[in-house]
Nanobody, 125 residues
Framework: QVQLEESGGGLVQAGGSLRLSCAAS????????MGWFRQAPGKEREFVAA????????DYKDSVKGRFTVSRDNAKNTAYLQMNIVKPEDTAVYYC??????????????????WGQGTQVTVSS
């Protein structure tokens, strides 16, 4: 099985940028479809972005389209979430997740087999 570890979270001002990383160990990242989710205080965890195994197909939550970019470097066993023009409503704990399913319904949490521990992103206004 794969282990996932997020990093790169922190405090950023509105309009700024952050890059989150998700490092995989135990198995090649290329074996997995990857997703990013987030959970704000008092809210359900929600889908943010997803990327297929070869990195050619991506999708995003509507509210982050044009601001966030998901990518992966399978040679480095790492996935990324570049967050630009961040807003206070982006404040949340961000999680990366890996799905072994060939064609997962990638917006659904139940499709993901492995999760990282999360990294906090706080956007100040």
């Amino acid at each position: 099985q794969v282990q996932l570890e997020e990093s790169g979270g922190g405090l950023v001002q509105a309009g700024g940028s952050l890059r989150l990383s998700c490092a995989a160990s135990g198995r090649p990242l290329s074996d997995y479809f990857m997703g990013w989710f987030r959970q704000a205080p008092g809210k359900e965890r929600e889908f943010v972005a997803a990327i297929n195994r070869n990195g050619l197909i991506t999708d995003y939550k509507d509210s982050v389209k044009g601001r966030f970019t998901v990518s992966r470097d399978n040679a480095k066993n790492t996935a990324y979430l570049q967050m630009n023009i961040v807003k206070p409503e982006d404040t949340a704990v961000y999680y990366c997740a890996a799905s072994a399913t060939i064609s997962p319904a990638y917006g659904r949490e139940y499709e993901y087999d492995y999760w990282g521990q999360g990294t906090q992103v706080t956007v100040s206004s």
